[in-house]
């Protein structure tokens, strides 16, 4: 949470927002992004569009906020002293159950950034980019560690190895992600290109 | 083309399907698979609708069937003696023009399938599937030249990677995939994760 967006914030309490939060998300999930309406916020939370508008600026930063609320977050704080340990434990940090609601929502907005250039923008500077900011400093540490050279050309394509199982696994193979299905995703794919021995 | 399919569409000029195609992927371009009625098809290349669900039996099937045709195909066909040979070959069979805006057409029916089922069926039995076997037939030479290990755990996961560098470049890069780009990305990813060596 950056400190502008608590100061915007700061009449409502972590309880109300977390209601707002989980309201967002169930109409996001009943209805799609471009049919919901902060009117329909406004009516499932009991708030004002003006309280709504003035804490969030609009739809677009609302909903992503509320995605961001709902992810696991600190991926970078866990250190196992091994990339594959802390792969695995990221990809560890839900449950099959939230795994597989948090991935139909995730799809749900990168489905819909294509024709909201606002929510793109929130969705990039909100999600993405503090994701893979976090992803960084796990790639720095193995780099530090000696596990895997600084040159090593996949550093780049983190992002673009980790989208590909979630995006084939729930659309193309019409599955839900799994803990063991990315943990074996991770060993058989992101390990091996970024040239780290997966020995178990 | 499978022979079913050939014998129901046989009075139909391969020109005048290539036409129809043509003008089924335009309007799906404008408007998007939700938007896009066979009544706009059947005006915009003046046919009759009963035609259209003749040749064709419904929206999805038209829609994947236009997509496929514009798709250059046969990549089992190039054989260029290596993995590494094959996979540039293959990201090389389109000009980056071409590409972006198949790439454009292909995020438009991802999106769609989750909302219409004969649409998932028709996306995976009639380009998902067909483009899948052909890697497995890329693979399986590889294997046999001993360039790739059968047991290699990547082979499970060739989809998932190439999806992810697609993905993940035009939605979250917001960048066209380039042939430069798929083919740094084969040897960034795909070839290490796969253990083939990518000295040039």
Not at 41 to 57: E, N
Not at 127 to 136: G, R, S
Not at 167 to 186: E, K, N
Request: include cysteine; hydrophobic fraction near 40%.
């Amino acid at each position: 949470m950056t400190e502008v967006a608590t100061a915007r914030r700061s009449r409502i309490t972590p309880e109300r927002e977390a209601e707002l939060y989980a309201a967002v998300l169930d109409l996001l999930s009943e209805v799609g992004y471009d049919a919901l309406t902060m009117d329909a916020v406004a009516a499932r939370t009991r708030s004002s569009k003006a309280t709504l508008y003035r804490q969030w600026g609009g739809k677009a930063e609302l909903v992503v906020r509320a995605m961001r609320h709902n992810k696991p977050g600190g991926i970078a704080d866990v250190d196992t002293g091994s990339l594959r340990g802390d792969l695995h434990e990221f990809m560890s940090r839900e449950d099959d159950c939230a795994m597989e609601r948090n991935s139909d929502l995730m799809r749900a907005l990168a489905m819909a950034v294509h024709s909201n250039p606002d929510l793109m923008r929130a969705f990039r500077e909100l999600l993405i980019e503090p994701e893979m900011n976090e992803f960084q400093r796990v790639m720095q540490r193995a780099v530090d560690r000696g596990e895997v050279r600084a040159d090593r050309p996949a550093l780049e394509y983190i992002v673009h190895m980790l989208v590909g199982a979630f995006a084939t696994r729930t659309m193309i193979d019409g599955l839900p992600p799994t803990q063991d299905f990315l943990r074996s995703y991770v060993d058989a794919v992101v390990l091996p290109a970024l040239g780290v021995p997966t020995t178990t």
